[in-house]
């Protein structure tokens, strides 16, 4: 206990606050962009065109643009967290410019080609969900050119795998189920298009939690180096519990998915679900906190002899 303690206290004396802020709000823009194209995928899979109902279709059309809102501010707190991180350097602008760097540059441009995809999907620009998946996808490709090209994608896909799963039950909770209750949709609607909505989600939730799963094996071994490092340094310990509170966000997505969902249709009040997605969202800002805090841990040094 005394040499765990004694881990924990070094490597948190080498943190700042401020650093750990800036990874959370890099996370939270993560999942807002992220969680915005899933759920637009969502929609697109969930409506049944010409067949909705004029109630319906408004939903689809309010869901669309609270989305792209979303994706907005998410893309707004990468470039502000891309800024920032680089600002402490320099005192001005120009110094910011000299000092960044290329992949520092290539990040804020693809931030900036997001932020302005969003707004023109908010407003209904033909084509600008397209722009916003390619900027999100050269987003994660923006290590590509590195000197280690095939492992550079690996950290990015990590956290857009997981920012796909949580960030589009995010926009469910804030958007999707909100939206619902307050349309005038008959209550066999409301509960059928929820139904459907969860349905759908189930393969986004799989997909993304598949990537975020392998690429966090390759990213942690790629760190760890060795085994025992998992209980013998602070970087090894802050993984094991990152990985305890995943495990926890698996249970509730699983028991959403295989208990709430498949009686949506027959249960007028989905309240319950709400509550399940809310303790998952939860679960998850603590992961988010958790990463922040691993992230700026030395990675665990090979054994001398």
């Known amino acids: 206990m005394d040499h765990f303690l004694l881990l924990v206290n070094t490597s948190l004396a080498s943190i700042s606050w401020t650093q750990i802020a800036l990874r959370y709000m890099e996370y939270i823009g993560y999942f807002l962009v992220y969680g915005a194209l899933g759920f637009r995928w969502l929609v697109a899979r969930t409506r049944r065109g010409p067949s909705a109902s004029d109630g319906e279709a408004a939903f689809f059309e309010n869901a669309l643009r609270s989305a792209a809102r979303l994706g907005m501010a998410g893309a707004l707190l990468l470039g502000i967290e891309l800024f920032l991180t680089g600002h402490h350097k320099v005192t001005t602008t120009s110094g910011f410019f000299a000092i960044a760097g290329p992949k520092l540059l290539i990040q804020l441009a693809f931030a900036g080609l997001a932020l302005l995809a969003f707004a023109a999907a908010f407003a209904r620009f033909p084509g600008a ?5 390619l900027a999100a996808i050269g987003f994660v490709f923006r290590n590509a050119a590195s000197k ?12 857009a795998g997981g920012a796909i799963w949580l960030g589009t039950l995010l926009l469910i909770v804030l ?15 409301e509960r059928g298009l929820l139904a459907r909505l969860i349905k759908r989600f189930s393969v986004i939730a799989l997909s993304g939690a598949a990537l975020m799963g392998v690429t966090g094996v390759i990213t942690s071994w790629t760190h760890l180096k060795f085994f025992a490092a998992l209980w013998t340094t602070s970087y090894g310990i802050t993984l094991c519990l990152k990985l305890l509170v995943v495990f926890a966000v698996v249970i509730l997505g699983a028991w959403n998915w295989r208990r709430i969902g498949p009686v949506l249709e027959a249960q007028p009040d989905s309240t319950s679900l709400r509550r399940l997605s809310i303790a998952e969202l939860v679960f998850g800002a603590v992961v988010l906190l958790i990463t922040a805090v691993l992230v700026l841990l030395p990675s665990p040094s090979l054994p001398k002899g």
């Open 129 to 133: 969900w397209i722009l916003a998946s």
């Open 148 to 159: 280690n090209k095939w492992t550079a994608p690996v950290n990015p896909l990590h956290e």
């Open 175 to 189: 958007v999707g189920v909100p939206l619902i209750w307050r349309s005038q949709l008959p209550a066999i609607e």
